[in-house]
């Protein structure tokens, strides 16, 4: 019988939580803790025995791949890089402008440990990266237009939690239905990221805050909310507990073009997510399956979704897949 594939978890907030979900789910993996900056008794799991993060290395042997679970913002930037030197990990770094920066930063410190790093997967970035290179690979004359929510961000509830005097946010994401009827006419219309989208906070403020300071430290950040229109909301800690636990989202990846003169086609691809972390969850644990599999083969450095044969994501054998799936 093949050995599990020993998955440790770093960070225990909403993605974590999903995480030991996906992997409970998945034979071929077992989980050998979660790891957290806070006490471990503190940590509430599922099941999963809870480490001190400063204690990871004494569980090397057990683990084959980190699962990090912490913000874009500012964690993933410092922690990724620092354990791509130690371990094989998987990351879901979400801030789209900065990717590049990651990759190199991750990339140099797994190259030269002799380790893989699986970076930026997810639904966007991850799979929606990948619908998008599709679209324009097969219709290389024609336009893409990625479209998310109506939804909860993560990412972007995180950036505004982080800010001086919020002690509890949530963001959603509004796409612009006029825009996504446009687009699958046919039409391939030019629209700027203002028109596509705007985004909607709701800001539990610290007593004695500047709510004014924290809307404008909120609507001018850069890459999360200065290039849309962005609606803030101060509501109650009350509220916040009543009207914003769900956390759905998805959305959509078109891509409109020709492959002749008047002979139009249009790929769609669409989520309709109750949980986006749990979800985002799921394709962090099928990544981190192909990540075993890569530093198993001898493979090294940073990957992301497009570096990815599809095969390695599933439990089942290649020739499984051609005889079931393919």
Not at 6 to 19: E, F, K, Q, S, T
Request: aromatic share 8%; hydrophobic share 40%.
């Amino acid at each position: 019988m093949t050995t599990p594939i020993g998955i440790g978890i770093v960070g225990y907030g909403n993605l974590g939580r999903g995480v030991e979900k996906a992997i409970a789910l998945s034979p071929d993996l077992q989980l050998v803790g979660v790891f957290s900056r806070r006490d471990p008794l503190a940590v509430k799991t599922a099941g999963a025995p809870a480490y001190a993060l400063a204690d990871l290395d004494a569980h090397a042997d057990e683990i084959d791949v980190l699962i990090l679970c912490g913000g874009s913002r500012s964690d993933l930037p410092v922690q990724s890089p620092e354990l791509a030197a130690r371990f094989t990990i998987v990351d879901s770094f979400d801030t789209h402008p900065k990717v590049p920066e990651h990759f190199a930063a991750v990339d140099a410190a797994a190259t030269a440990a002799g380790t893989v790093a699986i970076i930026s997967t997810g639904w966007d970035p991850g799979l929606f990266s990948i619908n998008r290179l599709y679209g324009e690979a097969i219709l290389p004359q024609g336009s893409t237009y990625t479209f998310w929510g109506r939804g909860l961000s993560q990412g972007h509830s995180d950036a505004l939690r982080r800010i001086e005097g919020v002690v509890g946010a949530v963001q959603y994401t509004l796409p612009a239905e006029s825009a996504i009827e446009r687009v699958r006419s046919g039409e391939q219309p030019e629209l700027t990221t203002r028109e596509q989208h705007t985004r909607e906070c709701f800001v539990v403020l610290a007593e004695g805050a500047d709510a004014e300071a924290v809307r404008n430290e909120i609507v001018t950040m850069p890459d999360y909310f200065e290039p849309y229109d962005t609606t803030v909301n101060f509501i109650s800690a009350e509220e916040l507990a009543r009207d914003h636990q769900g956390m759905p989202h998805g959305g959509f990846v078109i891509r409109s073009g020709e492959s002749s003169p008047g002979v139009n086609h249009t790929i769609e691809y669409k989520l309709a997510l109750d949980s986006n972390p749990e979800f985002t969850s799921s394709v962090l644990v099928a990544y981190a399956r192909a990540a075993a599999r890569l530093a198993a083969q001898g493979d090294t450095g940073a990957k992301t979704p497009f570096d990815i044969a599809p095969g390695l994501l599933s439990p089942k054998s290649a020739e499984q897949l051609r005889a079931e799936i393919l």
